[in-house]
Structure formats: C-alpha cells, structure tokens
C-alpha cells in the first residue's frame, strides 16, 4: 500500500508531473552519480525532455524544474522566492554545482534538450539525463518517468513486471486493499470508517503521531496557498496576460452585505479553488491533491466546510486520510496524470476525492462515501487537459473553482440517495482508465488540441 501521505506532497507550481516530478529525478540522477563514485568525475550534464515534458514543459517551468533538482533541492523544502535567482544563475553563468557539490558545466539552452521527435515509450513525460567526463565521455545515462502527482520511476522500474521480486514494498499493513469493494467490505467486517481503516494501516509505516503532524501540516499549507492566493494581486507569468482574479472577488465578497447569504456559496468556493491555482501558475508552494493542476478543489472544500474557529481539526483529518484513500484507488488501478488520462485524471480525481472526504465528514457511512466519490468522477469522464500556450491558467484555473462545486454537491446527492446506486467506484476508475486510454493525445496535456489549438488560432 502507498501512503496517503504520498497523494499529497507540498511542491511549487505549476505542475507536479512537469515540476515536482523533474526536480525529483534530476536530484535522483545526480545521487545515483554519487553512489556510483561518478559524481567527481562528471563535468557536463545533458537532459533531453520527451513527450509531454517537451511539448508543454516550456510553459509547465520544466527548464527550472530540471536546474533546481541539478543544484540539489527538493521539493517539499525549497524556497520558491529565491528558486528564480537560483535558475536566472545558472542561465547566466552556464554552470551549477550538481547536488551543491560538484560544478559542472551546464548551459541550459545547449544542454537542456526539448526532443519532439522521440516518443516517450512507457509514459508520456519521458526524461533522460546523461553524465559526461572532461573528455566528453558517458559516465551514465537513464531515463525517468514523471507519472503524475509527483511520482517518479525509472525506465527499468516501469519495465518490471509486477510479480517481480526485485519491487521494493512498504511495511505490512493491517488492512490492505486494492478496490473499493474491498476497501467497503473491510469497513463492513470491522465496523470502522474509511477514515480509521487509512489511519491503521498509515500507522503500520510510522507513529500515529506523525501521521497526524502531517496531514496538519499538509492542511495548513493549503490555508497558506489560499491566504497568498487571496491578497496577491497581478498578473500571471507566462505571456497570456491572465489577471489574477481571486483577490477582486475576495473584496467583493467581503464588502457585499449577502456575503455569508447561502446563494453565494459557489462564489466562496470559486474564489478558494482559484486562489490556489493562481499561485500554482506563478510558481508558488502548493500541496498535489493529486496533482499541481489540480491541486484548489480539495483545500477550497477544506477552508469553506472543515477549517474557521469552530472547526476541529479531527474533521480536517477524516477528511484528507478519507479522501487520501480515495486517491490511493485512483493511482493504484488508474492514473493521475493528465498526460495519459487527460483532466479527468487530475481534476476529475480531486472532484471525486473531495467529495468524498466532505462526505465523511457530514457524517456518510462508508458507502454513501465511495458513492459521493463515484458521482464526482462519473461528471467528469472524458474531460480534456488542453492547456492554452502549455500554461496551467486556461481552462485550469477555473476548471478547479467548478471542480470544488462539483464536488460538494456530488457530496449532498450522495447523502441524500436511497440504497446503493447504479455505478459502483471501482466502476467509475475503470471507466476513468478506458477513456483515458482512447482518448486522442492530443487532448492529453500536449497543447495540440481542443482550446489549446482554438483559442491561439482565434
């Protein structure tokens, strides 16, 4: 079983396959040199992006991606406001000291490849990085794969079959589950929630007390990303001149005397879920809830129904190990990544997590739960990822405020149906799976399709 933990990493925008999952194989790369006694004698270092990272890594910020990973950093620890003089450094020096040790050579408009020629063979974000000596000889070359909300695998990884027993696995854990029909019968048997079915088994991989430090810290960097998101106003990077819309709404809100009145409950949403994607497209900290992309629906869920003074943080919990659970089904039996199931990979899955996770929290039983999770996704099959100029703006930004209201109310239907429905969750992912797979390439997160094409045209 993966964790919960591992649905939702803090990262930085825009994308988690096109930034977070980069920055994690350059820094892999250049560890594996270190390993191998490779890592002194390597002087130039060149990366060819395939695939989706070469067809929209440029607007996706895969270059800096790469470079921040080269320099060593991290993700979940790297600071965003210092990471564009780190990159601008590199541009302008055409070196870097690899994993902050080793300097080497690196002129990133030479050695920073976009090859649209290659297909990338196991996944659509395909990576290969090769180490060169003084005397321009390969100490090393491998390919990566960025498979969405973060992950990352090696090609000799995606190769192995799933038998294998060279397969690293994670402690036992007591209540393991790869549907969820099998995830609802263990809550049958034992007469435990979602919730305390995901807690036990995190518990088998570390105290329950540092699961909970991390699902609080994981929900208050998301009221971090809501709270930046609301007060900075400007525009996007990127060359589409999108302004940023959350904060304007954020005023209005909160001057208009109907401001806490129940119809305006989509606007408290919207500008949530906007809030977030608008700092993950300039770049920003964000949590994959699964993905960058995706990443407003479920904080903007959290902040309007889990989060204020009156709030436990108990429900806050429930909610993200219930809607982590959800998501495990999701990468386990399909994917999160829009490069290979389009939208309804990532926003498709966080609408579906979501509303879920509220579920719960109002007090659902664990098959009004899985039934919450099924309409989520069942309204958002064949949804497209056809970002406009490769950016994470349009129709992404929005696309998460209408996700958000999708969600709760798949949660409200769901409360409300009589007996089990139609449309079981395991389903729904297959269906989610199948689609995904028939679907054009060109409506997976390559830019040669849909809005992407129409709206440059126009």
């Known amino acids: 079983m993966l964790s919960v933990l591992d649905i939702f990493r803090i990262g930085i925008g825009p994308s988690s396959s096109h930034t977070v999952g980069p920055i994690r194989i350059a820094k892999r790369f250049g560890e594996s040199l270190r390993r191998k006694a490779r890592l002194s004698k390597t002087t130039r270092i060149v990366v060819e992006l395939q695939g989706s990272l070469a067809l929209t890594g440029g607007g996706h910020a895969t270059p800096k991606a790469v470079i921040l990973g080269l320099l060593g950093l991290e993700p979940e620890t790297l600071n965003p406001d210092t990471a564009d003089a780190d990159v601008e450094r590199v541009y302008s020096e055409k070196q870097l000291k690899l994993l902050g040790k080793q300097l080497i050579n690196f002129d990133p408009e030479i050695d920073l490849v976009f090859d649209y020629e290659t297909p990338a063979e196991l996944h659509p ?16 070359t491998q390919t990566y794969y960025s498979t969405g909300g973060g992950f990352i695998a090696s090609k000799r990884q995606m190769e192995m079959p799933v038998e294998d027993d060279l397969i690293e696995i ?61 007060e900075t106003e400007g525009i996007l990077p990127g060359g589409l001149e999108v302004m940023r819309r959350a904060p304007k709404l954020w005023q209005k809100l909160h001057s208009s005397p109907m401001s806490n009145e129940r119809e305006q409950l989509f606007d408290w949403l919207n500008v949530y879920a906007m809030a977030v994607n608008e700092e993950n497209a300039s770049g920003g900290q ?3 809830a699964p993905t960058n992309g995706a990443a407003g629906i479920i904080p903007a869920v959290v902040k309007h129904y889990c989060a204020g003074e009156n709030c436990l943080p108990q429900n806050i919990r429930k909610f993200l190990l219930t ?18 199931m389009g939208c309804q990979g990532e926003v498709g899955v966080a ?29 958002n099959l064949g949804l497209t990822c056809d970002p406009v100029g490769g950016l994470v703006q349009i129709p992404c930004i929005e696309r998460n405020a209408i996700g958000a209201v999708k969600a709760v109310n798949a949660a409200r239907l769901a409360l409300h149906a009589d007996g089990a429905m139609k449309v079981s969750l395991d389903q729904v992912i297959e269906t989610m799976r199948q689609t995904g797979l028939d679907m054009s390439s060109k409506y997976k997160e390559t830019s040669q399709g849909g809005l992407a094409v129409n709206v440059v045209e126009c």
Not at 125 to 140: H, I, T, V, Y
Not at 190 to 207: G, S, W
Not at 361 to 377: D, L, S, T
């Open 323 to 340: 809607a982590g659970g959800i998501g495990l089904l999701y990468k386990q039996r399909a994917s999160i990544s829009g490069a290979e």
């Open 351 to 379: 609408c579906s997590m979501a509303a879920g996770g509220l579920a719960a929290v109002w007090g659902a039983n664990p098959q009004q739960v899985a039934q919450a999770a099924e309409i989520g996704m069942e309204h």
């Open 170 to 230: 994670g402690p036992d854990v007591p209540y393991p589950f790869g549907s969820a029909a099998e995830l609802l019968e263990l809550c049958a048997v034992h007469k435990k929630p979602i919730a305390d079915i995901i807690y036990a088994n995190e518990d088998a991989m570390r105290p329950r007390a540092e699961t909970d430090i991390a699902l609080d810290h994981t929900a208050s960097v998301m009221m971090a990303c809501i709270a930046r998101g609301l």
């Open 125 to 140: 974000n395909g990576m290969k990085l090769s180490a060169f000596d003084a005397e321009n000889k390969l100490l090393r």
């Open 286 to 288: 964000v949590v994959t």
